[in-house]
């Protein structure tokens, strides 16, 4: 099933919903970062988180960041999510790798750590980008940005993520987020029917294993509620927006002197994006070119 994200509203709109495919996207994300199981299942995770996030925003051009810092040997995650439904992330140590947890699953809880925070960045295109941030609560992701929704920006909300892989790679990945509006959050037997729905799966990858789709996620959970899946499918991927021309704009932030020993020690510069892996290079030409123009600027 191709990697994609579908909307849906319930109880007359008092119901947000929207679900994601993101198996082929955490399987490119785990070949360019060379991930370990652990670190796949904790990026794959966030991707997916971020790309929930992105979807309720508005403006053309709106994204998402995500970063989730803890005290765990996994160290950071970075992720950058956009509403036109491309993603890119890393994780700052991608070969850690730690043995199944007491369910059998991915550790991520320990690889993440249980101590840290969780900072959220809204840019929505125009004026000051929203931010917030809060404490972890257990590190398996979900959990901690599920955390955030509510005590950050108070909308009841159950976010399901996660991530299946083996030996051949990402089989599964993907998630869910369904929140309730202020209009119906009135309603306690609607929020508590809607928590014991949610407790009730066992994972999002088993359903996607299962053979269901998105819209078949929907129906079970909210078909009785007035759901009305909005039509549109829109395609996500893992996509980042580095070039070898931002790269040399990169290398102007650097001295004279500093241009001038990468041509004479290095023979030229190479510059790695953490985003997506992908490596450049700076000929000495190009940095011969770079040095003028900035000799040229400071006359």
Do not use: W
Not at 47 to 57: D, K, P, Y
Not at 91 to 99: A, F, N, R, T, Y
Not at 232 to 241: A, D, I, T, Y
């Amino acid at each position: 099933m191709a990697d994609q994200l579908i909307r849906a509203t319930a109880a007359d709109g008092g119901i947000r919903a929207v679900s994601t495919i993101t198996t082929r996207l955490t399987e490119d994300a785990r070949q360019r970062h060379k991930l370990s199981y652990v670190a796949t299942a904790a990026l794959g995770r966030t991707m997916a988180s971020g790309l929930l996030f992105a979807s309720s925003m508005k403006r053309r051009g709106s994204r998402v960041n995500i970063r989730i810092k803890g005290d765990g040997p996994l160290g950071g995650i970075l992720v950058d999510a956009g509403l036109d439904g491309t993603v890119r992330g890393y994780v700052e140590h991608p070969d850690v790798e730690l043995p199944p947890n007491a369910q059998g699953k991915f550790d991520v809880g320990r690889a993440v750590g249980k101590n840290g925070y969780v900072y959220v960045i809204r840019d929505v295109g125009y004026g000051y980008p929203y931010s917030s941030t809060v404490e972890l609560v257990s590190g398996e992701i979900g959990d901690d940005l599920t955390h955030y929704l509510i005590s950050s920006e108070q909308t009841p909300s159950a976010l399901m993520v996660g991530v299946f892989a083996d030996g051949s790679g990402v089989t599964a990945a993907g998630g869910l987020l369904i929140q309730v509006m202020p209009k119906a959050a009135r309603d306690e037997s609607l929020v508590e029917l809607l928590e014991s729905r949610f407790a009730s799966l066992k994972g999002f990858t088993p359903l996607l294993q299962a053979g269901n789709s998105l819209q078949d996620i929907f129906e079970q959970l909210l078909g009785d509620l007035g759901l009305e899946i909005l039509p549109e499918v829109q395609m996500v991927r893992f996509h980042c927006g580095c070039s070898h021309d931002r790269v040399l704009r990169a290398l102007k932030l650097f001295s004279p002197m500093e241009l001038q020993d990468m041509i004479e020690t290095d023979k030229g510069a190479e510059a790695t994006c953490e985003f997506c892996g992908s490596v450049y290079q700076a000929s000495q030409e190009e940095l011969r070119e770079l040095l003028v123009e900035l000799e040229e600027k400071a006359e």
